[in-house]
Structure formats: structure tokens, C-alpha cells
């Protein structure tokens, strides 16, 4: 804290106009000369400058004042405050309990596939995980992604739906701003999870062996031999 009043000048003015003090004291406390606490008085000083009562402020007591008053050559003390603001503590990273940190893929790949517009800087704050981690899961290159299991976070413990749904809509919202402004093809959307879990089975589907066609051709096959 400086040993000075916030506003010298004003505080200058103030203590002119309201005690009896000389200007060597208010020269002294202000941090000023005695010269320019002169010239202040005369108004060739800080002229139009509107006096600040550093009583109010809390800079400085009655009891100073009077002390002074009474003895020309006491010097002023300021006053110290008697509240200490803290400064703001910094908000502390998400922590997830050792018990359930096992189960965040299993939610990392719940939002990939359901909601793949919450960019990965989004997903990261939301369960308190890495880019990397988040990345290898939506590339399928994740050590375990074989045995990934697709969870509801909210479900899992790992965040609140609330903050959930604030994701997805910032999401969803700066998505939208940006098909407006045409920096995004509107007809590239991307596509719900319902869809792509269909899309998941037809290829499945379309990969698997037709087996009533190789029942067919192993009994054609027979009865040619039989022929």
C-alpha cells in the first residue's frame, strides 16, 4: 500500500478548505510540496479540481486531523485499511473421482457419436479430459477403442445435464452462425446418431455372407454330381 493518498491534489484541496492545518503538514501528507500546497490554496494550483474528504475515503481520521491541528509540527499518518480484498482464487480443473475416470471414454465416445458439433476444446472442459484422448476416440485409434461402450455422462456422474445441454447448444449455435455466413456447406450437415447408427448395421449388413445363396449353390453343386 502506498504511503501517499490516492488523490493527492484533491485531498490537498479538501484539507485546505476544512481544517486548520498548516501547509507544511498537508504538503507532507499529501506527498506534495509546500510551495504547490501554497499555490493550491492561493488557486493558482489545481484550479477547478473538486476536493476528495479523506475521512470518507478512509485515508485518514478525525483524530489524525486533530492531532495535527493542535501541534504544527506532528506529521499525519494514513490510514491503514482495515478490510484486505483477496485477490480472486483461480477456478480449480474439474476433478472426476479415481473410481469413475475409467468410465470417460465410455462418455467421450457417448458425445462423439450423439452430438460429433461439440468441438473437442468443449468436451475437454466438459469432462475434464485431453484433446489427444478426445481426438483418439473419434479416429478409433484409442488403445481400447474396441471395447468402448457409449455412456450418457450425466448418467456416468461425469458432469451435469445442465452443462451438458450449454455445450451442445454453444455448439450448435456457433455452427449455425457459421452456414450463415456460408463458411460451412449446409448441405455437408452432420448426421444424427440415429443415422448413423443405421448406417453402421446396413454395412454390416451389406458385408455379412448371403446364406441362402450359398445353400443355394451348394445344393445346385449336388445335383449336378448326381447328374
Not at 484541496?13 to 506527498?31: E, K, M, P, R, Y
Not at 477547478?48 to 501541534?71: A, M
Not at 485431453?130 to 473419434?138: D, E, G, H, L, P
Not at 456416468?156 to 454453444?170: I, R, T, Y
Request: proline share 6%.
Amino acid at each position: 500500500m502506498s504511503d501517499r493518498p490516492l488523490m493527492p491534489k484533491a485531498t490537498a484541496v479538501w484539507l485546505i478548505d476544512n481544517t486548520a492545518l498548516s501547509f507544511d503538514q498537508i504538503a507532507d501528507f499529501c506527498g506534495l510540496h509546500s510551495l504547490e500546497v501554497k499555490g493550491i490554496a492561493d488557486g493558482d494550483v489545481a484550479a477547478g479540481v473538486r476536493g476528495i474528504d479523506p475521512i470518507s475515503q478512509h485515508q485518514l481520521t478525525r483524530e489524525e486531523i486533530e492531532k495535527g491541528e493542535k501541534d504544527e509540527d506532528y506529521r499525519m499518518k494514513l490510514s491503514k485499511p482495515k478490510t484486505i480484498v483477496a485477490a480472486p482464487k483461480k477456478k480449480a480443473p474439474r476433478y472426476t473421482p479415481l473410481s469413475r475416470r475409467q468410465e470417460r471414454p465410455n462418455a467421450i465416445a457417448w458425445i462423439v457419436r450423439n452430438h460429433p458439433e461439440v468441438p473437442d476444446s468443449q468436451i475437454a472442459k466438459l469432462l475434464g479430459t485431453t484433446k489427444t484422448t478426445i481426438q483418439a476416440i473419434r479416429d478409433k485409434s484409442h488403445w481400447n477403442s474396441s471395447n468402448l461402450e457409449p455412456q450418457d455422462p450425466v448418467a456416468l456422474g461425469l458432469c451435469s445435464q445442465f452443462d451438458l445441454d450449454m455445450a451442445v447448444s454453444k455448439a450448435s449455435e456457433k455452427r449455425a452462425a457459421m452456414e450463415a455466413a456460408g463458411k460451412i456447406d449446409e448441405g455437408a450437415r452432420l448426421a444424427p446418431a440415429a443415422e448413423t447408427e443405421k448406417a453402421d448395421e446396413d454395412e454390416r449388413s451389406n458385408a455379412a455372407p448371403d446364406i441362402d445363396k450359398i445353400f443355394a449353390n451348394f445344393g445346385g453343386g449336388g445335383d449336378s454330381d448326381n447328374d
